[in-house]
């Protein structure tokens, strides 16, 4: 599968490659706050370049629903990046790999009869996942040091769900798979990155 590649430099900023396309996005019902790690302090490390790349491709299609989201979580992890990484170097590379992340939507058994039609039963599960792999190359494009990350949550909703709560739980799911991302890299980049760290 071709990479969808994004770079971008400190100093003298370049973006190449495309936004996530080829989804429909369903129309908001309500404003939500953007997930942002500007607040938190940066990394700077000792390479070069830092380059993005979107591994993972939505397939757009049900059972996946991360296309629905007003941010997706590969745009999440995206920023997370781009807010927390910062090229300081001469030399080398660091490759920040979004492999996965998906969020499905599992239909669940509803109750049936007098008992189903006074009852309001769980009736969606969502279950969302993120991998991140970061990988250090130097200027020959030698593997010098990598991180993993990966981080999964789930959330069952009621069937009388509106869609701007059913947009709060993605929300919310999101939100939670990068601070347990977070929370993963900050480890892995302190034990395999620490030299690459100012």
């Known amino acids: 599968m071709e990479l969808s590649r994004r770079n971008f430099v400190l100093g003298g900023v370049s973006l190449s490659g495309a936004l996530l396309a080829g989804c429909q996005t369903a129309p908001s019902s309500g404003k939500q706050a953007e997930l942002t790690y500007s607040h938190l302090p940066s990394y700077q490390l000792l390479v070069s370049e830092i380059v993005i790349e979107q591994a993972y491709v939505s397939p757009g299609q049900s059972p996946n629903v991360e296309h629905l989201f007003n941010k997706t979580p590969a745009e999440v992890a995206e920023r997370w990046a781009q807010d927390r990484l910062q090229a300081m170097g001469n030399d ?14 599992t239909k669940l058994e509803r109750q049936t009869g007098i008992t189903g039609l006074v009852t309001y039963d769980q009736s969606e599960r969502y279950d969302g996942v993120i991998e991140i792999e970061m990988q250090v190359r130097d200027g020959r494009g030698y593997k010098d040091a990598q991180v993993f990350a990966r981080a999964e949550r789930s959330k069952t909703v009621p069937e009388n769900l509106t869609l701007r709560e059913r947009e709060k739980v993605w929300f919310k799911i999101t939100e939670d798979l990068m601070i347990e991302i977070d ?9 395999h990155l620490s030299s690459f760290v100012m």
């Open 92 to 105: 080398g590379v660091l490759n920040f790999i979004i492999k996965n992340a998906s969020v499905t939507e």
């Open 183 to 191: 929370r993963q890299l900050q480890q892995g980049i302190a034990k």
